[in-house]
């Protein structure tokens, strides 16, 4: 192996890296969208989920990446939150940084966790996923259960902690 392909194989590997770091994809796909908000931050996060929960909704913080409101909210004041829950969309950000993914998204391969598919279950209509392509610059709004719907393929997996 010469030096070019050396440098070659690292770019591969940082390309695949770089699509693991979430975060960074979420920030970017919230930037580009006027209209959504990034998920609130400890107390005030706190207050989202329990106004949730007071209407019969309990979803993890980690269940959603941004949210999409019709009016501003101020995420400190709970009649704030409470008056815009019914117009909150709840949104889960998946990000592609390589090149093998298609147009439409085909080949993209990604994660839906227990909580995410439990809060698109509880939310409905009111929770969506983004996909988004950063070398292209493709978005598509949809959800859990059409994702599911076309998919090629699923493989179920345990996540563990020790």
Known sequence: MDLIDVIRAKRVHLDRLANQS??????????EVDSWSPRPKRAELALLLKELADTGINIRGSSFDAIATSTAVD??????????????VFIEIKTSNQARVKPGFQGFFFAL???EI?????????HMVALFNRQTGEVQLTNIPDILARSRSLTWQVSVQL
């Open 22 to 31: 979430g975060a960074a994809g979420e920030a970017w796909a919230v930037a």
């Open 75 to 88: 995420w400190k004041c709970a009649e704030s939150v409470r008056a815009a829950l019914p117009t909150m």
């Open 113 to 115: 966790t227990e909580s």
């Open 118 to 126: 439990s809060a698109a279950d509880q939310l409905g209509s009111r």
